[in-house]
């Protein structure tokens, strides 16, 4: 049986997982959420994680989540301060209790800036020499003929059908290839 911890990080991971939560199994798969927004993220019947303002978290009861599983996936927006900086760390501290990591990430849109984009790609690179694989959803490449939400409907489809294929067992990356909306 497969037994996945799944690390919901920053708004963006948090708004990732929400689909997931609803149609995974929670014997499978166990969502943890690590965010910085008390008040915007308190949610009953979740595991959640504080990100405190110097981005440090209570990497203890973090450690304890990883006894007895498989593998590892992160999702993450990029860009901002709490993907940026507490990805990199818990990828790292998986591998540490030599676990394989997968990582599904955002970049930045555009128009969030340069300073974002060089911080998110810069992060996604680290990220591709800590992790088994890693995912990058570039949103730059969402069309302007669907809405917003159809968009993010769209993208939490996928994201859905992929983590569905991961098969630790065996090697990450025959078990799950990127699709049009998640590049590897």
Not at 26 to 40: F, G, R, S
Request: one cysteine or more.
């Amino acid at each position: 049986m497969k037994n996945i911890q799944i690390f919901a990080i920053g708004g963006a991971g948090f708004n990732f997982s929400q689909k997931l939560f609803e149609q995974l199994d929670p014997t499978t798969y166990q969502i943890a959420h690590l965010v910085k927004q008390k008040e915007k993220f308190d949610v009953p019947n979740r595991t959640v994680f504080w990100v405190n303002d110097d981005l440090s978290y209570d990497q203890q009861a973090v450690e304890t989540l990883l006894a007895d599983k498989q593998g590892v996936i992160l999702l993450a927006g990029l860009g901002g301060q709490t993907g940026t900086t507490v990805t990199p760390t818990l990828a790292k501290l998986a591998k540490a209790h030599h676990l394989p990591v997968l990582a599904f990430v955002s970049l930045p849109f555009s128009f969030e800036g340069g300073k974002r984009i060089h911080f998110a790609k810069s992060t996604a690179d680290e990220l591709k020499n800590v992790c088994e694989q890693v995912f990058v959803l570039d949103n730059n490449k969402a069309t302007t003929s669907t809405s917003l939400t159809a968009y993010q409907e769209k993208i939490n489809d996928e994201l859905l059908k992929l983590i569905q294929k991961i098969d630790f067992t065996h090697n990450p990356y025959q078990s799950v290839q990127g699709n049009d909306v998640w590049a590897c």
